[in-house]
């Protein structure tokens, strides 16, 4: 369709499990945490199932696992931040084609923006030293920033917004239901990638206008978007 305008003049991207395989990160950080209070390593596969609601949701569920009084939870949740907070990045690496992608949506003049439920300081932290920051500049939107996290559509609204662009004009690409409902309140299409944290269940009964192996099929179903 040369000669007209793309279908999605903006993509907003999930961070951990979308652009970058964190789960390194979140194991070593969690395992730091229990390990400070005395319970026992989590394996990997378990912690994977927890990612992907947000930190509240995961540490709830290390607590349950570990067997931990309710009353424990303020102080696993204070442990577990400065723990992620002290090796963010160390452990994990940016998936294949993502940088190739995000470049050559910003050569094509394509609105970026990064909207997850991890913290807002821990999300830059991470883009910066994964050296995708200057993709997204301030279009950065973490699970504290505003008063509702996805599911909920007001962080893709409130992207939208700020990018200038109609949710109707713009896709979100994540890999879980978190991302997939989220654009469905938002009333926007999502592409969803089966390489992430979608609490151990296939992503391809979501609701989506995609659904990629890798990143490269992503894009390319965007250029045929033109």
Not at 74 to 84: E, K, M, P, Q, V
Not at 102 to 126: F, I, M, S, Y
Request: aromatic fraction near 8%.
């Amino acid at each position: 369709m040369s000669g007209s305008s793309p279908r999605y003049q903006a993509v907003l991207l999930d961070l951990d499990g979308t652009m970058v395989d964190t789960i390194g990160d979140f194991v070593v950080a969690m395992n730091n945490t229990l390990q400070a209070v005395g319970s026992e390593a989590v394996p990997a596969d378990v912690v994977r199932s927890w990612v992907g609601r947000g930190g509240p949701h995961l540490i709830n569920e290390a607590r349950l696992y570990a067997g931990l009084p309710e009353s424990d939870l303020a102080s696993l949740r204070a442990g577990f931040y400065h723990h992620y907070g002290v090796i963010n990045g160390q452990h994990s690496a940016t998936f294949p084609g993502v940088d190739a992608g995000l470049a050559l949506w910003r050569d094509r003049g394509v609105r970026l923006a990064c909207v997850t439920n991890k913290p807002e300081a821990h999300a830059r932290q991470l883009l910066a030293l994964k050296g995708l920051d200057g993709y997204f500049g301030d279009f950065v939107w973490g699970g504290d920033t505003l008063a509702e996290r996805k599911p909920h559509a007001l962080p893709l609204q409130t992207a939208c917004t700020a990018l200038g662009v109609p949710v109707t004009r713009s896709l979100m690409v994540g890999d879980s239901h978190t991302d997939a409902h989220a654009a469905l309140a938002a009333g926007m299409d999502a592409a969803l990638l089966s390489w992430g944290y979608n609490h151990g269940l296939p992503i391809h009964g979501l609701p989506a206008v995609l659904h990629a192996d890798d990143f490269e099929t992503l894009v390319q179903f965007w250029e045929r978007t033109h």
